[in-house]
């Protein structure tokens, strides 16, 4: 191991074969068990397009970057452009929104049991890898994480922070 690479956390990386168990619970065999209307079956045709296609944005900027394990690759660049505008997690937010609309079309308890199990790894996953990501980049993924949302939203401004923090103190002791 050279003086730059980090040591492989093997508990960490757990979660990738829980989300890969999870992942291929959604493809549980069998026939369905119930009927959709009809909106419902669009809006989740459109809603797994929609994912899929945001998840495959995420990986595109990612590039060479791109790791299934929580830790960033050594060398990698904290990615804010594109789809990196909208969420911290752009290939997390469209697996969810993907894997909710297939679950759903599926017609059976058994995968809408898996994507809750993948709901909950990712969220756990996602916290563990900000937390890395906040450890290698410090100050920049702060500001960059005070400004965008964990999975997909409007991005926030951030509040400017004074250069001193006892600025008005002086005047108030006066």
Known sequence: MSGTERPRRPAADLLVLAQGLAAAGLLWPGRARWR?????TVACMAAGVAGTALAEEGVRFLGRDLTPFVDPKD??????AGPYEISRNPVYAGLLVAGAAFAVLRRRPEPLVAFAALAAVL???SGVEE?????????EYEVYAAR???LVGLPRPVA???AIA???REDHDR
């Open 36 to 40: 959709l209307p009809r909106p419902v």
């Open 75 to 80: 060398g990698a660049h904290l990615q804010t």
């Open 123 to 125: 969220h756990v996953k």
């Open 131 to 139: 937390q890395r990501l906040r450890d290698r980049f410090g100050e």
């Open 148 to 150: 965008t949302p964990r």
């Open 160 to 162: 400017a922070r004074p």
């Open 166 to 168: 006892s600025i008005g």
